[in-house]
């Protein structure tokens, strides 16, 4: 196989090797080799302090899991619940921002990309940290807001009220994200051939003929992009949650990457954690091809 | 397109704005409680009326804010500065020498992509302590190294691949070995878009929070996701200073971020658009 290869041509690829080491032993050290020791002592009874004793349980742990657990579905359907409102909610909003940019001169277009897009820049803990304060009952910007304008019956404890903390959090995850959707419709919107859009206006087409037969169309596979990407985003949300509500009141907001640290770094039952991870991961799995099955379904109707 | 003044345009104009003010006003208003007293904070919320920059102090001193902002940009600095070198190997490998196995080990690194943090967590953790390195700060950046591999040697490869052939045989007719090819063409070239890539890894470190709570305790290690919730809780009422800590931890990648927005949208852009 080498013999016609050059010698040059031989170093090469041996240098090639030596080259990956490095970002090898990264990738599989932390990332591959605990995907895989993850998945294989999720069917022990390791609890991470009798460290190299375990010996196999079979599906218990799943079995348990799927049977005795109740509050790790409770925390899966809160979860749930926060990836699809999100989700929704976000995606309507950023398309139709974006189609309202679309519109704009190039100089409001850089403008609104950059402004809406700020929030996208930080840390989930520094905007749990920001909101906890705007939203705290009697000296929070939002209830000021609201006292301001005499609309004092709307105020609330708005991350300890159980009604509405899944609310407030929703919002602000909205609030951190809607720009990064913005700007991947815009992205896409900006792709579509202008000729398209005006031989439309040419024969009378109004804005809201354009966005049903052209920009809802063609922008299809992003809308696909944009909903893996937030409901992925949704269903591992942890660091927003537990430094707004901490996963109060109550369990009102505790979600499953929540539910899966106490059980490991709090609890040290690592072997009903690594279960929990490797369900959670499943779900996300068929949840992004479930998404693009639909909107490789959705794309073909529309050609 | 000719982009016409109409009623439309007005009215999207306004809902525009009106969202800009949604997005904007809160981190004005954290800036601007950020220099008031705590009873000025409370009288009145919407003016300024006192000025105490001592709240800065106050957070960076007291608060820590100071030593939590050292920390997570020592922490951020080493750990691009490994991923800076180990990409641009791995992308002029994958991309240029085209070792045997080229297709299978492309895969390889794809498949991080789709790795969940929950996943990796209990093993790495079991990792730190048999080296005995649990609550460190390298403990921190092994795994932050690892995080942002698989998808900037994804971009970078690609985009080594098609850099034009005409460059290397001319490099090569010149008798520029293959280190040469690498520091004097295939570097030079693919700064631009490194750069992209290392932004787009810099906000996974710089945010990272979930790994930092599981391995960090000592208070003196503490980057500034996990720091915040400390200070949060020291200064839940103490208004002024709450802001200001904020501040400290907003303005500087807000700075950088109104230098090079581009970098920053183009990055997560495609990411996403890749991923």
Redesign the interface.
Known sequence: MAGSITKVERNRKLWGYVFLIPSLFFLVMFILYPLVNSIFMSFTNWTGFNNDSYSFVGAKNYVDLFTKNPGFWNAMVINLVFAFVSTAIQTVLGFLLAFCVYYMTSGWQRFYKVALYIPVILPASVIAVMWRFMLSPDTGLVNVILRTMGLDNLCRAWVGDPSTALGTVIAVNTWQYVGFTMILFLIAMLNIPTEVIESAQMDGAGKFRQLLSFFIPLTASTTETNIILSITGGMKSFALFYMLTGGGPGTATTVVSMVIYNTAFVDFKFYRALAMATVLFVIILVLVLISRRIGHEAETNIE | ?K?RLSI??IL??I??VF??V???Y??L??FMTSFKSNFD??TH??TINTFEPDNYVQAWEIGRIGKYFVNSVLITFVTLAIQL???V??S???GK????G?GF?TI??L??L??????????????M??WGISGTRLALV??Y???G??MA?FIMTNYVRQMPKELDEAALMDGCG?FQNLTRITVPLMTPVLATCLIFNF?GV??E??WA??QIRDENLKT???G??N??SQFNTD?GI??AG?AI??IP??LV??KC?SQ??GG??AG??K?
């Open positions: 397109m982009k439309q345009n999207s104009q809902l525009l969202l800009a949604i997005v904007i809160p981190l208003f954290v904070v409370i919320p919407f070198v180990i990409i190997l791995a002029y490998s994958l020498l085209k070792p045997w080229t080990l390889l690194y498949s991080g789709f790795v969940t943090s929950e996943m990796i967590t209990v093993p790495n953790f079991t990792t302590r048999n092994l795994p190294v690892a995080n591999i698989a040697t293959l906000q710089w945010s929070f979930y709570l599981i500034l996701p996990l915040l919730m200070f949060q208004y709450l802001c904020l931890s907003i990648v807000l971020y109104l927005s920053f949208i997560m852009t996403a658009v991923g």
